[in-house]
């Protein structure tokens, strides 16, 4: 599973700041994706989930501000608003194979993007 992150860069607190994750793939397997985060000063954390079927869930620190939402089977976009100066951190999405159980077995991360809010 190749997967591809784009988004991400630059903004100011308050602002927004938009994150796709795509599995690129030639399979007929849905695919789960999970955003986490990490600063050069805290572990890696769980930030947002995204469920093939477009449910959601998020940690409680962004609960309010992202959202997550489903082009595909193979591809979510996790929206940050009303960004805040400790969402800085470098985002990677990992995705989760479903299905049958060649499609379970599938996971891979992508390369990540950095988020940067200025105050």
């Known amino acids: 599973v190749h997967v591809v992150e784009s988004g991400g860069g630059s903004v100011q607190a308050g602002g927004s700041l938009r994150l796709k994750c795509a599995a690129q793939?030639?399979?007929?397997?849905?695919?789960?994706m999970t955003w986490y985060r990490q600063t050069p000063e805290k572990e890696r954390e769980f930030v947002a989930y995204?469920?093939?079927?477009?449910?959601a869930d998020f940690t409680d620190s962004v609960k309010g501000r992202f959202t997550a939402s489903r082009e595909n089977t193979k591809t979510a976009v996790l929206q940050m608003d009303s960004l805040k100066a400790e969402d800085t951190a470098k985002y990677s999405c990992?995705?989760?194979?479903?299905?049958?159980?060649?499609?379970?077995?599938?996971?891979?991360w992508g390369q990540g993007t950095q988020v940067t809010v200025s105050s």
């Open positions: 990992k995705v989760k194979g479903l299905g049958n159980w060649w499609c379970n077995t599938l996971t891979a």
């Open positions: 793939v030639e399979n007929f397997c849905a695919y789960d």
């Open positions: 995204s469920a093939h079927d477009g449910s």
